[in-house]
Nanobody
């Protein structure tokens, strides 16, 4: 599975951006996709996830401002970010979690995109 992110950029505080993550390859193994971010000097942190069934989960910092969605026909996950703040500045990474069946059983697999920079100016 390959993940290709797009949509990052520079925006003023209060503005909006929409990130896209297009999955290709053996996408049938994926059962969960999400977005993580990492700011300089900070740890990698979860932003939002969405299951294959459409259930969503958000970090407290993202609730009420960010919306994660998916378009299965395009194998693409989106992150709509509104009311952006300078503290949202980070590299945002797309993540996909799946399960691969083997003779020994079901093995979890994880895939990451290359990251896209989001910079929010004050």
């Amino acid at each position: 599975v390959q993940l290709a992110e797009s949509g990052g950029g520079l925006v003023q505080a209060g503005g909006s951006l929409r990130l896209s993550c297009a999955a290709s390859g053996s996408t049938y193994v994926i059962n969960l996709m999400g977005w993580y971010r990492q700011a300089p000097g900070n740890q990698h942190e979860l932003v939002a996830t969405i299951t294959s069934g459409g259930s969503t989960n958000y970090a407290d910092s993202a609730k009420g401002r960010f919306t994660i969605s998916r378009d299965d026909a395009k194998s693409t996950v989106y992150l709509q970010m509104n009311s952006l703040k300078p503290e949202d500045t980070a590299v945002y990474y797309c993540h996909a979690h799946g399960t691969v069946a083997t003779i020994e059983g079901n093995n979890p697999v994880n895939y990451w995109g290359q990251g896209t920079q989001v910079t929010v100016s004050s």
